[in-house]
Every structure is written in structure tokens, then in C-alpha cells.
């Protein structure tokens, strides 16, 4: 079974100082001063009046942090409720999944008709594949979005079509799951929301390279001008 490997890239152990935080992680110092004011990162070590060092789990927190702003399209909110269920060892890792997965999906209206008749598909299609999927988890909304605007625009989405690759996405999703250190809460976090959120769009964007590719075989191909023959 192939799937998708992510490699955590190292870190030194060193202590820095707010500069030296902001070269490691990328960030400017504005703006890490605004995440400690926010709380989103804890403080460092004090050394002097107005002075801390850092080591690598700011730099950690940091990059999860980013993470969950570009990649999560989180707003700070968002991403405070994450991070206390990073923190918040009492809440078991699937918990704290569940925090992060519903985060990443954006709120919007969904009343209606045409939502109520998508959410009835999405949990007939949920009980027929057994699968253990929280009655409030934002994902089932993020698969009624899908259903009602292609319905909207004229198409029926038939999840019966799906059935057959649920299997796969099981497997791939067990192997994904099975990089997740036991204890490491941070490194399980950035696992959910790279691998869920960065491995999309990357497997988005195979697909869409796929289609072009078969668009220049059936449609491009034949437009090519021929050469002229030589007398």
C-alpha cells in the first residue's frame, strides 16, 4: 500500500533570544510578540528586564501556529482552541483530532431545505460504511457543502460513487495515522493539520494534472498543426 510520507524536519536544542526565534521559525518579531500578548505562545525564560530566551518548542508552537493560519485557514480564535487542545492533556489524542478537523472547516449558514436533504445523504452514506464519525464532526457538513452546491449548479452528487474508494481511504488513512508519535501532543497536531490540509492539496493538484493531461488527449491532441510534408 503506497501513501503519502511526511518527514519532520530537525531542530537544535539551543535557547535563543526573540531574534534569534524569529530567523529559526520565519516569523517577525511583531509578530511573535503579538502571539505571546495573545497567549497563542508561551512565554520564554526570563534572563533579564524584558528579556527571555527560547528554545525549540517555541519554535514548534510557532510553526504550528503558522500552519494553522496558512495551511487551516484558521483565525485566531480558531487556532486558540486548537492550542488548548494541544495543551490540555486531560483530552485524549482523538479528542484533540476532532478539535483540530472541525477547526478547518469554515463556518457558514446551512439551514435550509437543500441542507437538511444533503446532511440525510451524508449520514446514510456514513452508516453504510460503519464509519465512526462524531454526529457534530464539521466534516459531515464539509461533504453536505459539496452536495449542495453542485446541486445548485445543476448536477446531483451521487455518494454511491464513492463507495467503492472507501477501502483505500481507510488504509491510506491508517497508514497516515500510524507516523502519529504516542506522546508527542505538538507533533500530533502538526501531523493532523499538514498531513490533513498540505497532503489534500498536493493529491488536489495530481488530479487536476491528471485531467489536464487527458483534456491534451482527447482534445488537444487532434488541434496539433501537422507538419508540412516535404516535396
Known amino acids: 500500500m503506497e501513501s503519502v510520507t511526511l518527514h519532520r524536519t530537525r531542530q537544535g536544542g539551543c535557547e535563543l533570544k526573540i531574534a534569534g526565534l524569529s530567523e529559526a521559525s520565519g516569523v517577525s518579531v511583531a509578530t511573535l510578540k ?9 512565554a520564554g525564560r526570563p534572563t533579564a528586564v524584558n ?19 496558512d495551511l487551516g485557514d484558521m483565525g485566531l480564535g480558531e487556532i486558540a482552541r486548537v492550542l488548548a487542545a494541544v495543551d490540555d492533556d486531560s483530552m485524549g489524542p482523538h479528542d484533540a483530532f476532532g478539535v483540530a478537523q472541525d477547526a478547518m472547516v469554515a463556518g457558514r449558514d446551512r439551514s435550509g431545505d437543500a441542507y437538511a436533504r444533503a446532511y ?17 464532526a464539521a466534516v459531515r457538513s464539509m461533504l453536505a457543502d ?16 464513492f463507495d467503492d474508494r472507501v477501502p483505500d481511504a481507510l488504509a491510506r488513512a491508517s497508514t497516515e ?3 502519529v508519535p504516542d506522546e508527542d501532543r505538538v507533533q500530533q497536531m502538526e501531523v493532523v493539520v499538514i498531513g490533513t490540509v498540505a497532503v489534500e492539496e ?12 487527458a ?9 496539433r498543426p501537422r507538419r508540412a510534408s516535404t516535396p
Open 34 to 42: 503579538y502571539y505571546l500578548r495573545e497567549g497563542l505562545l508561551h
Open 202 to 213: 498536493a493529491l488536489a493538484a495530481l488530479r487536476r494534472m491528471a485531467l489536464e493531461h
Open 177 to 179: 495515522l500510524a507516523m
Open 120 to 136: 440525510s445523504e451524508v449520514d446514510r452514506f456514513v452508516r453504510r460504511h460503519r464509519l465512526h464519525i462524531r454526529p457534530a
Open 51 to 69: 528579556q527571555a530566551e527560547y528554545d525549540d518548542s517555541h519554535v514548534r508552537r510557532v510553526r504550528l501556529i503558522r500552519a494553522l493560519q
Open 146 to 161: 459539496a452536495i449542495v452546491a453542485l446541486h445548485a449548479a445543476g448536477w446531483e452528487l451521487d455518494l454511491s460513487y
Open 215 to 223: 483534456s491534451w488527449e482527447r482534445f488537444g491532441r487532434a488541434r
